[in-house]
Structure formats: structure tokens, C-alpha cells
């Protein structure tokens, strides 16, 4: 490396999707009518779970916090982005890109424990229902929602110790955001161990609740399986939402990063990365009002 491109950056540029002011047009339209429909979606959800006493249950309050989380992945990405996909700037200063690449973090996160947090809460409820209203009280029920936030913030802390933005020329971030991966290929050092410890960090952060999640589901399985018929329908329509939202999640994390750091491209991980940003928090909501009973019967009412 010169000594031109040992030079810290302050500022990057955000090369995004295109230069072409007409498809940056037409994204615009796109991406601010899928942020309107999540953030409404989601609003929604909140709504019908705070005025209608049948669902304030420990579900659906693992759904709003949920739908919480969605609010914020897309509200932290989606603005500057609309407002660079316009104005042609899109210079995003050091403070700016830290800032960006930590909410990620911690909500990414909160969303993989939520997530697992929600496999117990349908583990408890199918496997062990008589001692539900023991092991799921609404005091350990924000016990355990409170945990999740701390260890979030617990598990951020090393990621912003860390020398993870020492970053030189050229100061080009080939993707619409500040995004981990791409970010750390600006270091002004070998990024080998830098890309090792995410990998650590990935499977510490998204594998052990996916392990955790799928240890529950087994069980879940084997449990509806003893049930008679009738009984099973039941059983997996109150796991389907959130089988289909885990599937849907972890399924587009693992195509972005999961394998060799040498046959990541940025611009094959951009265009996931918008499901995993924008896609995902628009779908969940919907999941959940299309695929569940109980939500469906409280929009009608």
C-alpha cells in the first residue's frame, strides 16, 4: 500500500445501486413505497395488539418487540439511503458510517435472540402447556426480554473496542450502506484476523440461537407428533409464522456471510443485504397477519 493510500479516510462515498438519475428514480419509488408498507405493517401489528385484550398474551408481546426491531433495521438504513438515491450525494461521514455499522450490529442481534426467544415461548406452549403459565409469567416474560437487549449491548461492546475503522483510500464502500464486510475490506491493515474474528462473532451472535431454535422445534415435532390428529393442525399453525420468519431470516444471512472471505462480492452481498434490511421487516408483519388466526379475527373486529 502507498503511502497515498495509507492516508485515513473521514469520509466515504457510497457507490450504491447506479449512477443513472432515471433507475435511481424508479428506486426511490420503490424503496420509499416498501418503507412506508413496513413501517405501517408493523405499526399495524403494535395497534391491534395494544387494543385487543385477546392478544395480550406472551406471543403477541414478543411480536411487537419484534415488530419494534423491524422499525428500527429499516428506519436506520432506508432515509439516507432514499436521500442518496436523490440528491447524488452520497458522502457519508466516519461518525455516520460507525454509527450505521453499530445499530446493525445491535440489531441484528436482538432480532437472532428474539427470535429464539420466541421458539421457547412456542417450545413451552405446545410441549409443556400445563406449566405455561409458570415458566412464561409476565415477569419472567420481561426478564428475559430485557436480557435480550443487555446481552445485545453486551455483545456490541468488543465490535466497538475493536480497531475496525483504522481505514484508508480509497474510500469507495461498494454498497448502499455501511455494511460489516464490506466496510472492514478499507482497513489499513491485513484484514485476515479482523475477518476471522467476524466469522466468530457471526456464529456466536446467529448459529447458537439457530441451534437453539432448531433444538426446539425437534422437540416441538416430536411432541405434536404423539398428539391426535385433530390436535396437530393447531399446533403447527400457531408455529408456522415464526418458522417461516426464521426460515426467511437466517436463510438470507447465510447466503451474505456464510463462506470464503475470497469469493465475497460486494456486489452479490448489496443486493441480499436489501432482504435482509428491507425485505424481511416489510414481510414479517405481513407473515403474521396473513398466516395467523388470531390477527386476522382482531383486524376484522
Known sequence: MNPRNRTLATEFILLGFSNDLKINLVLFVVFMFLYLVSINANCLILCLVLINNNLHIQMYFFLCILSIIDMCMTSAILPRFLVDLISGQRIISLAACKAQFYVLILIGVSECLLLALMAYDRYVAICRPLHYLVLMRWSKCYGMTAIVWILSFVILLPVISGNY?????????????????????????????????????????????????????????????????????????????????????????????????????????????????????????????????????????
Do not use: W
Not at 183 to 191: A, P, Y
Not at 251 to 272: E, L, R
Not at 275 to 297: A, G, H, M, Q
Open 165 to 301: 475503522f483504522t481505514l484508508c483510500y480509497p474510500n469507495q464502500i461498494n454498497h448502499f450502506m455501511c455494511e460489516g464486510v464490506t466496510v472492514l475490506h478499507l482497513s489499513c491493515s491485513d484484514i485476515h484476523s479482523k475477518e476471522v474474528f467476524v466469522f466468530m462473532c457471526c456464529f456466536m451472535i446467529a448459529g447458537l440461537p439457530f441451534f437453539f431454535i432448531l433444538a426446539s422445534y425437534i422437540r416441538i415435532l416430536f411432541s405434536v407428533l404423539k398428539v391426535k390428529s385433530s390436535g396437530r393442525a393447531k399446533a403447527f399453525s400457531t408455529c408456522s409464522s415464526h418458522v417461516m420468519v426464521v426460515v426467511l431470516y437466517y436463510g438470507i444471512s447465510i447466503v451474505v456471510y456464510i463462506g470464503p472471505s475470497s469469493k465475497y462480492s460486494a456486489d452479490y452481498g448489496k443486493y441480499f443485504s436489501l432482504f435482509s434490511v428491507v425485505i424481511c421487516p416489510t414481510l414479517n408483519p405481513l407473515i403474521y397477519c396473513l398466516n395467523n388466526k388470531d390477527v386476522k379475527e382482531a383486524q376484522r373486529n
